[in-house]
């Protein structure tokens, strides 16, 4: 594959990737680290990338995997930062409960919450639109499977709004707050 070929056919789902990335990741300076990793590997194996027959699904499984690598490599965290992250937790302002009424960040937040592999599989078919097909070819999964989580996630993401909007009541790993 030549450069040009590489502008052409690789580089315009940058954004995507980007996207899919920040959302496994929350974090978008390691997601742009995780794109570049990506796409220097891409770079590397550019002469082989013409034997494989959806380069899109195949970026998308590369960059769910070096997100997968970087979230497994921050999970050693020490216990004084755990106190600090609960204590500015606790400490939060009704300001911060404001922002939650909007409903595209609350469906955001609540999608964060959800378990990886059905947040990547939201994430893909509904945000980036893309067919099951290529969601399977993305994270190498059955179609009957990517569809059995793509509902339970639908369902928790449902679940929660309607909690939500009975009960003014959010439940997260370290506390209940009422949200205004």
Not at 10 to 39: C, G, H, M
């Amino acid at each position: 594959m030549l450069a040009r070929d590489f502008k052409t056919d690789v580089l315009p789902i940058s954004n995507k990737l980007l996207r899919f990335a920040i959302q496994i990741l929350q974090d978008e300076e390691e997601a742009k680290d995780v794109l570049q990793d990506v796409f220097l590997k891409l770079w590397q194996k550019r002469d082989e990338l013409e034997k494989i027959e959806n380069l899109e699904a195949f970026a998308f499984r590369m960059t769910r995997n070096r997100c997968l690598d970087m979230i497994r490599s921050r999970r050693t965290i020490s216990i004084d930062s755990m106190k600090k992250v609960n204590f500015a937790e606790e400490e939060s302002s009704d300001t911060d409960h404001l922002d939650m009424a909007n409903s595209a960040s609350l469906v955001r937040r609540i999608i964060t919450e959800l378990p990886d592999l059905q947040r990547a599989i939201i994430h893909l078919r509904d945000i980036e639109q893309l067919e099951f097909e290529e969601i399977a070819d993305a994270t190498a999964m059955n179609v009957n499977a990517i569809r059995v989580n793509l509902s339970r996630a639908r369902k928790k993401v449902r679940d929660e709004i309607i909690k939500i909007q009975n009960y003014g009541i959010t439940e997260n790993k370290y506390s209940a707050s009422k949200v205004l």
